[in-house]
């Protein structure tokens, strides 16, 4: 399982547009980049996946450069309810897999 | 509403005390697991389960177990718990038919073992 490297912490104002970036760069063929969000006492909560260039949700940006060895979670226009922590993982997709989490980043979104 | 639900939320126990801590979901998913979340360490896998009557040890499966006797329930048994159990436990949920990452995390549970 590729290992991923993600800044500790960041901090943001509302309004503005936050751009996480993940580093993988023993990212295998058959990886897939996922993306969850955790609120303080809450469990984590899947925001959006990718494999290659750019994926778009409701909630966030996934951008995939070509050689995939990193990745960036872009959320637009943050709020003080985006505060969170967020975790950038790394593996084969599907709905029958482990998920391996690491530190992720810590999200502060100040007034 | 499409939800894991786990109970209690919160438990504060002393060593040797058995106690079970429960998991339902309602989205009719195969897949369920258990993970603990401690600082420092990230959210590790104890067990999972791929469907009734089939489980299997996670990173961290030492002093737990669980039982799959029907699809909505996935239980973690602590049969002898101690101060190093103390955590934060998430049970989490999939379906097969899906071809993401996605997996409903509950809401966890704090376990505090004296």
């Known amino acids: 399982l590729a290992k991923t490297t993600q800044p500790i912490s960041m901090d943001s104002y509302e309004g503005q547009e936050v751009n996480i970036t993940c580093s993988h760069n023993?990212?295998?063929?058959?990886?897939?980049i996922t993306w969850y969000q955790q609120f303080p006492s809450q469990g984590p909560r899947f925001i959006i996946q990718g494999y290659k260039t750019k994926v778009t949700n409701e909630v966030a940006s996934l951008f995939i450069p070509a050689d995939r060895k990193s990745s960036t979670l872009s959320l637009p226009r943050v709020s003080l309810s985006d505060t969170a922590v967020y975790y950038c993982l790394v593996g084969i997709s599907g709905g029958y897999n482990k998920l391996i989490f690491g530190a992720g980043t810590r999200l502060a979104v100040h007034p | 509403e499409a939800q894991v639900t786990q109970n209690p939320r919160y438990l504060i126990t002393v060593t040797g005390k058995k106690l079970t801590v429960t998991c339902s979901q309602n989205?009719?998913?195969?897949?369920m697991s258990w993970y603990r979340q401690d600082p420092g360490l990230g959210l590790r896998q104890i067990y999972y389960?791929?469907?009734?009557?089939?489980?299997d040890k996670g990173d961290v499966p030492e002093g737990y177990k669980v039982s799959r006797k029907e699809k909505r329930n996935f239980p973690l048994i602590l049969e002898s718990p101690s101060p190093n159990q103390t955590s934060l436990y998430f049970c989490?949920?999939?379906?097969?038919?899906?071809?993401?990452?996605?997996?409903?995390f509950g809401p966890g549970t704090r376990l505090t073992v004296l």
């Open positions: 389960s791929m469907n009734v009557e089939v489980t």
């Open positions: 023993n990212i295998a063929t058959n990886d897939y």
């Open positions: 989490a949920s999939s379906g097969s038919e899906s071809s993401y990452n996605e997996q409903f």
């Open positions: 989205m009719n998913h195969e897949y």
